[in-house]
Every structure is written in C-alpha cells, then in structure tokens.
T-cell receptor, first 112, second 113 residues
Framework: SQQGEEDPQALSIQEGENATMNCSYK?????LQWYRQNSGRGLVHLIL?????REKHSGRLRVTLDTSKKSSSLLITASRAADTASYFC????????????FGKGTHLIIQP | EAGVAQSPRYKIIEKRQSVAFWCNPI?????LYWYQQILGQGPKLLIQ????????DSQLPKDRFSAERLKGVDSTLKIQPAKLEDSAVYLC???????????FGPGTRLLVL
C-alpha cells in the first residue's frame, strides 16, 4: 500500500522558477526521504529528514517536515531543465525493517 | 565506486512462464531490498535482506515470488508462474547497515504477455 501521497501529481514551470511539491503520509515515521527518478539516472536519493527535524537544506533543495500534520514539502529553487523528473517521498517506520514506503510521485517538467 | 548492478535490463515473457532477476549490491552493503514499481506508481517493497537473512517479506506474494541472498552478497528474485499484473520494473537497492539512504540499481523492466 502507498504511505505517501504527493501533490500535485504533475507540475510544469519555467526554467529559473521555484518548484514546490508536497507529501502527506498516514502513519508515524522515523525518517522521511525524497528521491528523484528519471530515465537517465534511475532512482536517486536527494535528502533525508528525521522525525525530530523541521527543516533541512541541501544545495537548491529545501525540505520541511510537520509531523503533527503528517506532511512534508520539497522546494527546488532556481529550477533547471535537468530537474525534469518524477519526485517521490518515502518513509520508514524505523527499527530493523526499514524498507521504504513510497508515494505515487510528482512529475515535474521544467520548460526551457 | 560501482553502483548496484542488475540484470537483465529488459525481459519479455508469456504468462505462466517463470523469470529470474539478479542483483549485485554495492560492495560492503549488508542490507538489500527488492521493490516492484508498476507504471505510474511509486516503488513497493517486496523483500528486505540483512546479510543473508530475511528481515521483511510481508508484501512478497509468496505463492509465486521467491527471493534468496546466498552468501549475503548477490540476490535473485524469481517469479513462477508469472501473471499479466506482474508487468513492472523490479528495482534492487542496497544500504549500509544502520544508515537509511538506499542506493538503487537501474531496474529490470518486465513485460508479461
């Protein structure tokens, strides 16, 4: 079953604009991660935020986590054509069984 | 550093046939995962290994799917017999023990006719 639901399902913006994607999840989590998937490089880890963190930055990426609302957002600033991809949030419940539960993803298209 | 290797990259079979996928994780990664990704959806965990032991196989359809990780390195995922709904990309991932970041292979795209 899917844990997370990304919103929107698809997003098209102009190069240089900022892109924001949201993720909601259902059960308690240990960590939340964001992954990117495109045909060229497969599924790639972007950033991990722990359940006791509220915000994290990595380069042009900014992730927030609100455990009270069971939601997270991913902001990509100054978008580039190479950012065109599907973006997934994924959660794990902690403990030894840390397989990820993914959402359905947001398909981001950056128009040149 | 070499990434996660998977083979074959593509496979077309007819329903009721059997198929096997192979995965070689990143050297030193004790944890190995198999995911199924149906078109338009996110990956779904099938099974997690820690070394050569199974940690979680709660979502593995055990009547037709099996997986093994002999010697705690390479892993094989098998489907027997295949159904039309098994058409998907099968992704293998690995991680260092105790760390949550997973590294994914390129996947095997399976089409069942």
């Amino acid at each position: 079953s899917q844990q997370g639901e990304e919103d929107p399902q698809a997003l098209s913006i102009q190069e240089g604009e900022n892109a924001t994607m949201n993720c909601s999840y259902k059960t308690s989590i240990n960590n939340l991660q964001w992954y990117r998937q495109n045909s060229g490089r497969g599924l790639v880890h972007l950033i991990l935020i722990r359940s006791n963190e509220r915000e994290k930055h990595s380069g042009r990426l900014r992730v927030t986590l609100d455990t009270s609302k069971k939601s997270s957002s991913l902001l990509i600033t100054a978008s580039r054509a190479a950012d065109t991809a599907s973006y997934f949030c994924a959660t794990d419940a902690g403990g030894g069984a840390d397989g990820l539960t993914f959402g359905k993803g947001t398909h981001l298209i950056i128009q040149p | 550093e070499a990434g996660v290797a998977q083979s074959p990259r593509y496979k077309i079979i007819e329903k009721r046939q059997s198929v096997a996928f192979w995965c070689n994780p990143i050297s030193g990664h004790a944890t190995l995962y198999w995911y199924q990704q149906i078109l338009g959806q996110g990956p779904k965990l099938l099974i997690q290994f820690q070394n050569n032991g199974v940690v979680d196989d709660s979502q593995l359809p055990k009547d037709r799917f099996s997986a093994e990780r002999l010697k705690g390195v390479d892993s094989t995922l098998k489907i027997q017999p295949a159904k039309l709904e098994d058409s998907a990309v099968y992704l293998c991932a690995s991680s260092l023990e105790g760390l949550r970041t997973q590294y994914f292979g390129p996947g095997t795209r399976l089409l069942v006719l």
